[in-house]
């Protein structure tokens, strides 16, 4: 089975710290990606990552940037937490597509308080 | 750029009922996926749908693709309390790896 994992299920943090949150996946797939997930606005792509190294914008990259040094894991990083990034945030991974269905699987998710 | 929609937002139905959620996308979608999540958790995989015609079945729920009418549906059979969770459907532009997901339909099964 497909293991997706991530740092922490909750977290507080104030304004203007800076926040990590970590992924890891353990299924050697080449795509990773980060969504937040907030009420009445279903799951927005915020950064994604189809290979070590690279990486990709998705709709709302504002205030986040991600990293990706080893195939496994997917780093996000709130450079300085605002009251607005408050929400869930959802790791997620895939093979290539070519390579299978493309199915992403869903870490359990991060609940991000920022006070 | 690859639109889904998915209707109704809402669903409350009795058990024993059957009902149908539908997922429309805009452009050409060489897969569909169907996901569940329940309340506080992630995003669990229900099904892949892979071709025009493609009907998956797993337990209550049946999910099939009409990639002619760019619609999906998944269909709910005599529904039971357990089935109550939020529903996704995503779709996959031709290139790449991202998925475009709807809104979600929030399904309440009744006693």
């Known amino acids: 089975d497909v293991k997706v994992t991530q740092s922490s299920r909750y977290l507080v943090k104030r304004t203007g710290e800076k926040v990590f949150l970590e992924c890891v996946q353990d299924m050697d797939h080449e795509n990773m990606f980060w969504y937040r997930q907030d009420p009445g606005l279903g799951l927005r792509l915020i950064y994604f990552?189809?290979?070590?190294?690279?990486?990709e914008k998705g709709d709302i990259p504002e205030g986040y940037s991600v990293s990706r040094e080893k195939k496994e894991r997917f780093s996000l990083i709130l450079e300085s937490a605002s009251t607005n990034q408050t929400s869930m945030y959802l790791c997620?991974?895939?093979?290539?597509?070519?390579?299978?269905?493309?199915?992403?699987?869903f870490g359990p998710g991060t609940r991000l308080l920022v006070l | 750029e690859l639109k889904v929609e998915q209707n109704p937002l809402f669903l409350s139905m009795q058990e024993g009922k059957n009902y149908t959620i539908y997922c429309n996308y805009s452009?050409?979608?060489?897969?569909l996926y169907w996901y569940r999540q329940d309340p506080g958790k992630s995003l669990e995989s229900l099904f892949v749908l892979l071709s025009n015609g493609a009907v998956k079945q797993e337990g209550r729920l049946m999910a099939s693709l009409d990639t002619k009418a760019r619609l999906s549906t998944l269909h709910i059979t005599a529904a039971v309390h357990d089935l109550s969770a939020t529903y996704f459907c995503?779709?996959?532009?031709?290139?790449?790896?991202?998925?475009?997901f709807g809104e979600g339909t929030q399904l309440t099964v009744n006693p």
């Open positions: 452009t050409t979608s060489d897969r």
């Open positions: 997620a991974s895939s093979l290539w597509a070519s390579g299978g269905t493309g199915t992403q699987y």
């Open positions: 990552s189809y290979d070590v190294k690279m990486k």
């Open positions: 995503a779709g996959k532009e031709t290139s790449g790896s991202r998925l475009t």
